[in-house]
Nanobody, 115 residues
Framework: QVQLVESGGGLVQAGGSLRLSCAAS????????ATWHRQAPGKERELVAS???????NYADSVKGRVSISRTHTWNTVSLQMNSLKPEDTAVYYC?????????WGPGTQVTISS
């Protein structure tokens, strides 16, 4: 079983940066991909970024050029570097790992961007 815990969220001014981290523990093996999603109040959860075992990355158009996803070789940590933050980036951010037993999600970390 895999457990995930996100950290690094907080309140920052527009234009600032945050680095979110997702710490994984437990049976970390056979991971195919990791993702960061976000959910703003009253909106559906949306994909922000993903990274595969082969290192391929994908980003939502809304964050492209401002966000970078990375991971450690053993998948112990998956990070999301976010720059030039905007008020519309305000949301709860969730990481997930695509394991052989299905997707595992963390509880989320709040990101609030003030204008």
């Amino acid at each position: 079983q895999v457990q995930l815990v996100e950290s690094g969220g907080g309140l920052v001014q527009a234009g600032g940066s945050l680095r979110l981290s997702c710490a994984a523990s437990g049976r970390i093996s056979g991971i195919r991909a990791a993702t960061w999603h976000r959910q703003a109040p009253g909106k559906e959860r949306e994909l922000v970024a993903s990274i595969t075992a082969g290192g391929s990355t994908n980003y939502a158009d809304s964050v492209k050029g401002r966000v970078s996803i990375s991971r450690t070789h053993t998948w112990n940590t998956v990070s999301l570097q976010m720059n030039s933050l905007k008020p519309e980036d305000t949301a709860v951010y969730y990481c997930s790992l695509n394991t052989p037993w299905g997707a595992v999600w963390g509880p989320g970390t709040q990101v609030t961007i003030s204008s």
